[in-house]
């Protein structure tokens, strides 16, 4: 976003020094949206807090060995039947 804001003003700043109007709708001029790149990606998460706490990381991981756990009994010798599947 930095960048693209200094491309503008930049742009703006070479319109203004040729004397040409600025006109918002002028079809002739192309995209200047940059590509995200994964550069703009590192910045963005470098300096992000992380947001799932000690406590809910070891709930999740003890639901998921619960879950793998059902999963096993339920496709284990029966050839994955459902039959003897109970809550």
């Known amino acids: 976003i ?3 804001i200094e491309r503008d003003i930049e742009h703006q700043r070479m319109k203004e020094e040729a ?3 600025m006109d918002e709708d002028d079809d002739e001029e192309e995209d200047m949206m940059p590509e995200i790149l994964p550069s703009h990606f590192e910045h963005a998460v ?3 807090r992380r947001s799932v706490s000690d406590r809910d990381l ?3 991981a003890s639901f998921a060995q619960t879950l793998q756990q059902s999963r096993a009994a339920v496709t284990g010798s029966g050839g994955g039947s459902l039959s003897t599947f109970a809550f």
């Open 2 to 4: 930095r960048e693209e």
């Open 19 to 21: 004397g040409e109007e």
């Open 46 to 48: 470098r300096n992000a």
């Open 58 to 60: 070891a709930q999740y």
